[in-house]
């Protein structure tokens, strides 16, 4: 049963525009959410987190928004770079937990 | 300071085989858990150790164990090979055990091959 959904495997967006990342979640018990990025042969790096308590969170270039109502959560990177493209983790806990739950990810590619 | 690594970085095995994959955390990280990662389930968590102890364990079958030495370096094992085992297995530490905002450190993997 897969709590925490990434729709879209794969995105592309043209260099300077804003690229929007969609995760879906189910269990309304999970109160942190976080943004990994992985390269190729690489482990997932963390990017962003946001607690249940907000409804965004901003770090340069990355937006975390949230909404509890909809169980929907959101990445916006603007602009979007080169370098940006990865894939993409949306990640979910719940107090006192120890493990993070993982959507499937999203494949980003950036076109220069 | 030294990130989290794994060993071996590849592997292959054959079915009914068994494997042990190793992690060392980085330097003063007394938290390591154990992902499992495939293209159709994303990571998936198989379990936490803190100070050697099992804290955590997700759901996947006793085929699946895993230990954690003093130094806080730990080891997964996975016997009876499948070809449904065949998976990158990422480690991730950090500094404590409490709750999910301390933030995980991976590592590159290691990628299991059952053939």
């Known amino acids: 049963d897969q709590q925490v959904k990434q729709n879209s495997p794969s995105l592309s967006v043209q260099e300077g525009r804003i690229s929007i990342l969609n995760c879906d979640y189910t269990?309304?018990?999970?109160?942190?959410f976080l943004w990994y990025k992985k390269y190729p042969a690489e482990g997932p790096t963390f990017l962003i987190s946001?607690?249940?308590?907000?409804d965004k969170n901003e770090d340069g270039r990355f937006t975390v928004f949230l909404n509890k109502s909809a169980k929907h959560l959101s990445l916006h990177i603007v602009p979007s770079q080169p370098g940006d493209s990865a894939v993409y983790f949306c990640?979910?806990?719940?107090?006192?937990?120890?493990?993070?739950?993982f959507g499937t990810g999203t494949r980003l590619t950036v076109i220069p | 300071k030294a990130g989290v690594t794994q060993t071996p970085r590849y592997l292959i095995k054959t079915r009914g085989q068994q494997v042990t994959l190793s992690c060392s955390p980085i330097?003063?990280?007394?938290?390591v858990s154990w992902y499992q990662q495939t293209p159709g389930q994303g990571l998936q968590f198989l379990f936490e150790?803190?100070?050697?102890?099992?804290?955590n364990k997700g759901n996947f079958p006793g085929r699946f164990s895993g230990r954690q030495f003093s130094n806080s370096r730990s080891e997964m094992n996975v016997s009876t090979l499948e070809l449904g085992d065949s998976a990158l297995y990422l480690c991730?530490?950090?500094?404590?055990?409490?709750?999910?905002?301390?933030?995980?450190?991976f590592g590159p993997g290691t990628r299991l091959t059952v053939l």
């Open positions: 991730a530490s950090r500094p404590r055990t409490s709750g999910m905002t301390d933030t995980q450190y």
């Open positions: 269990n309304s018990m999970f109160d942190y």
């Open positions: 946001i607690s249940s308590i907000k």
């Open positions: 990640a979910a806990s719940k107090t006192g937990a120890n493990n993070l739950f």
């Open positions: 330097s003063g990280h007394r938290s």
């Open positions: 150790y803190f100070s050697e102890t099992q804290r």
